[in-house]
């Protein structure tokens, strides 16, 4: 069993930045790959980022790429997602999900945080 806390949310300008973090605990944990999700009131989940268990290999949606950075340090069992030049459209409860093998696609993860609020104001 994994389990994932997620923290770092908040209101911030358009424009700023924040540094979410992911701490997992559980025998195993660092061994997962681990994803970033999303979602806005109304709208569907939605991919962010995606980084292996390892770092090796990370994968980004086109919305965020550019401006989010995902990483991950195995030793402390923390994933971070670092996102700077926000916009209001990042609005949403951003979730940490571990054990995906299809990077971007939500059903694949096997383990969930219950996420943290991050507003973006105009």
């Known amino acids: 069993q994994v389990q994932l806390v997620e923290s770092g949310g908040g209101l911030v300008q358009a424009g700023g930045s924040l540094r979410l973090s992911c701490a997992a605990s559980?025998?195993?944990?660092?061994?997962?790959?681990m994803g970033w999700f999303r979602q806005a009131p109304g709208k569907e989940r939605e991919f962010v980022a995606f980084?292996?268990?390892?770092?090796?290999?990370?994968a980004y949606a086109d919305s965020v790429k550019g401006r989010f950075t995902i990483s991950r340090d195995n030793a402390k069992k923390l994933v971070y997602l670092q996102m700077n030049s926000l916009k209001p459209e990042d609005t949403a409860v951003y979730s940490c999900?571990?054990?995906?093998?299809?990077?971007?696609?939500?059903?694949?993860?096997?383990?969930w945080g219950r996420g943290t609020q991050v507003t973006v104001s105009s």
């Open positions: 980084i292996s268990w390892n770092g090796g290999y990370t």
């Open positions: 999900a571990a054990g995906g093998n299809s990077a971007g696609v939500a059903r694949s993860y096997s383990y």
């Open positions: 559980g025998r195993t944990a660092s061994s997962y790959p």
